[in-house]
């Protein structure tokens, strides 16, 4: 089946610096990809929606100069948190559509804490 | 207002009982989707089952049995004979025709199931 693989699993950075996160789609092509935030104990929010060769769509509140996404082929979506800050620690995980189920595969997710 | 309302934060079974997680939705959609996903503690998302708006047929996977029905906005899914391995986070989801790649996420259910 589809699987989409996310690296890094986890990480920790110091404030201030920049963390990038990949998502790939292992065994399909995915013109569009998913970056959702999960705050702990809470439920996991649409960011952006990355597009093969494209500017990113970001949703209300999210700032795009923060959270930068690359999607610069079409099985890889890069989100890179810039000038990471503690309010930034969070669970981040993608999604991408594979046309041929009926669902949208999840990455494992990347669980960013800054100090 | 939320759209996916899990009002069941955690619920604790001992094996081999049977457990109903409830979800309430809210949209003005005549045509939307309907989702449940599993997340356990190693924190991907495991697709469950896609239900469209007009399908209002429960459905039976093995021990896992969803219930919809329009009429009170309820896309309820039971395990039954629950086991061990069923412990984790459950999120029901909705996605609507003005944009079927946005999903919005209920709070999640925490279900522990106790040997």
């Known amino acids: 089946g589809a699987v989409v693989s996310q690296h890094p699993s986890w990480v920790i950075c110091k404030s201030g610096t920049s963390v990038k996160i990949e998502c790939r789609s292992l065994?399909?092509?995915?013109?569009?990809m998913f970056w959702y935030r999960q705050f702990p104990k809470q439920s996991l929010m649409l960011m952006a929606t990355?597009?093969?060769?494209?500017?990113?769509?970001?949703e209300q509140g999210v700032e795009k100069d923060k959270f930068l996404i690359n999607h610069a082929s079409l099985t890889l979506s890069t989100l890179t948190v810039t000038s990471a800050h503690p309010e930034d620690s969070s669970f981040y995980i993608c999604?991408?559509?594979?046309?041929?189920?009926?669902?949208?595969?999840f990455g494992s997710g990347t669980r960013l804490t800054v100090v | 207002a939320q759209k996916v309302t899990q009002a069941q934060t955690e619920i604790s079974v001992v094996e081999k009982e049977d457990v109903t997680l409830d979800c309430v939705y809210e949209?003005?959609?005549?045509?939307?989707?309907l989702f449940w996903y599993k997340q356990p503690p190693s924190g991907e998302l495991v697709f469950l089952i896609r239900?469209?708006?007009?399908?209002?047929q429960n459905e039976i996977s093995g021990r896992y049995s969803w219930n919809f029905q329009k009429s009170t906005s309820s896309f309820n899914f039971t395990i039954t004979a629950s086991q061990v391995v069923d412990s984790a986070v459950y999120f029901c989801?909705?996605?609507?025709?003005?944009?079927?790649?946005?999903?919005?996420f209920g709070s999640g259910t925490k279900l522990n199931v106790k040997p």
């Open positions: 949209t003005r959609d005549t045509t939307y989707y």
């Open positions: 989801a909705l996605s609507e025709e003005g944009n079927f790649n946005k999903f919005y």
């Open positions: 065994d399909f092509q995915a013109t569009t």
């Open positions: 239900r469209n708006s007009f399908d209002e």
């Open positions: 990355s597009n093969e060769g494209s500017k990113a769509t970001y």
């Open positions: 999604s991408a559509r594979d046309l041929g189920t009926v669902g949208y595969t």
